[in-house]
T-cell receptor
């Protein structure tokens, strides 16, 4: 298992601003995953963050909107840029407990509200 | 196109009775299925999983059944307890390294004391 800490846990942001979410893991992991959960909807994978290389983005998500850093094997950041009310969501960091089985461990999430 | 579906957004069950949460999937390439539980203000936590080579997996009060021909799985909780009240997400993936996990929309379970 892994213990994952996210900051901030929640924030209220103004339209047009950007916010960076931090994710810290208590052990070294190869890949970290960023998910979004919009209100009343499922968890959608935004991107996979690899240490030492650029993040891999899923369809519908672009680096300019969601830049990701992965400076080492225990830390990653996700920035939500130029926010609009549609970006109001819970953003979740996760790591894989088993690459072949897909079991994921999640942080507690960062709830963003964009006014 | 939703590859993992949970058609019941909510479910209420009396304490001590069985809770049955259903999930359907469309992608026949999926060969590993998972259930996650999520409490408010917390991240999802892994609950139980099943490989496509099995049709049943049991862990204490939780049992997952898989019907490959129907592309359907279900999670049974017996007996249900008030602490089981949470949102349950069904998820699926192909069992290749690092292939992404696809989540269903979730079912909110309320266990009434």
């Amino acid at each position: 298992s892994a213990v994952i800490s996210q900051k901030p846990s929640r924030d209220i942001c103004q339209r047009g601003t950007s916010l960076t979410i931090q994710c810290q893991v208590d052990s070294q992991v190869t890949m970290m995953f960023w998910y979004r959960q919009q209100p009343g909807q499922s968890l959608t994978l935004i991107a996979t963050a690899n240490q030492g290389s650029e993040a891999t983005y899923e369809s519908g998500f672009v680096i300019d909107k969601f830049p990701i850093s992965r400076p080492n094997l225990t830390f990653s950041t996700l920035t939500v840029s130029n926010m609009s009310p549609e970006d109001s969501s819970i953003y979740l960091c996760s790591v894989g407990g088993g690459a072949r089985t897909g079991e994921l461990f999640f942080g507690e999430g960062s709830r963003l509200t964009v006014l | 196109d939703q590859q993992v579906k949970q058609n019941s957004p909510s479910l209420s069950v009396q304490e001590g009775r069985i809770s049955i949460l259903n999930c359907d999937y469309t992608n026949s390439m999926f060969d590993y299925f998972l259930w996650y539980k999520k409490y408010p203000a917390e991240g999802p936590t892994f609950l139980i999983s099943i490989s496509s080579i099995k049709d049943k997996n049991e862990d204490g009060r939780f049992t997952v059944f898989l019907n490959k021909s129907a592309k359907h799985l279900s999670l049974h909780i017996v007996p249900s307890q008030p602490g089981d009240s949470a949102v349950y997400f069904c998820a699926a993936k192909r069992r290749t390294s690092y292939d992404k996990v696809i989540f269903g929309p979730g079912t909110s379970l309320s266990v009434i004391p």
